[in-house]
C-alpha cells in the first residue's frame, strides 16, 4: 500500500465550524484507522548494493544497505484456484476410478477414502493459511474505502415551486 495523504483535509477555519464537527471527527477517525491498518502491512529487509567513491583516496567501493520493502501481495484465491484447476481434475478422475474399480476390495476403498480425506484436510489448512496471509491486506482495503468515504454527503437542497396562479 502506497502511503498516501487523505482526501480530506480541513482547515482550521473548517473544524471550528459546529456544521462540520461530525464529518471532521469521522475523517479523522478513518485517516487513523487507515494509518494503523497499512502499519500492520508485512514488510521485508530487502538488500541493496550502492557504489560508494571514497573522498580520500577516490576508490569505488561497493556497500551493502538493507532496507525495508513492503511484501507482495498473495495472489487471489481466484488466480490460486486457475492454477490448481487441471491438478484438481486429474486428481478427482483419479480417485473416481479407483472407486469404480475397487468395489470388491476394502483395504483399497480404505485407502481411497483415506486419500481423499487427507487432501481436503490439506486444502481447507492450505485455505485457511491464504485467508492468514490476506488479512492485513483486506483490512488496509477496507479502512481505505472508509477514508475515501468519509467525506461530508452534501444533500442536494429541493426547491419548491409555487404553483401558479389561475387566471380568470
Not at 24 to 34: F, G, M
Not at 111 to 133: G, V
Not at 136 to 165: G, I, L, M, S, V
Amino acid at each position: 500500500m502506497a502511503k498516501r495523504s487523505p482526501r480530506l483535509i480541513f482547515t482550521e477555519e473548517e473544524r471550528a465550524l459546529p456544521e462540520l464537527e461530525r464529518a471532521v471527527r469521522k475523517a479523522d477517525r478513518a485517516a487513523v484507522k487507515l494509518e494503523k491498518a497499512e502499519a500492520k502491512i508485512p514488510r521485508k529487509t530487502v538488500k541493496v548494493k550502492k557504489r560508494v567513491v571514497d573522498s580520500e583516496s577516490g576508490k569505488v567501493t561497493t556497500r551493502l544497505f538493507f532496507e525495508e520493502a513492503d511484501k507482495k501481495r498473495p495472489p487471489s484465491k481466484l488466480a490460486h484456484a486457475a492454477r490448481k484447476a487441471p491438478l484438481d481434475t486429474v486428481r478427482s478422475a483419479v480417485h473416481r476410478k479407483l472407486r469404480e474399480e475397487g468395489d470388491d476390495n476394502p483395504g483399497t476403498e480404505a485407502t481411497n477414502t483415506l486419500t481423499e480425506t487427507a487432501e481436503r484436510t490439506w486444502r481447507i489448512a492450505e485455505s485457511a493459511h491464504h485467508s492468514h496471509a490476506e488479512k492485513p491486506y483486506r483490512r488496509a482495503d477496507k479502512a481505505e474505502a472508509a477514508a475515501e468515504a468519509a467525506a461530508p454527503a452534501e444533500k442536494p437542497k429541493r426547491t419548491r415551486k409555487a404553483p401558479a396562479k389561475k387566471a380568470d
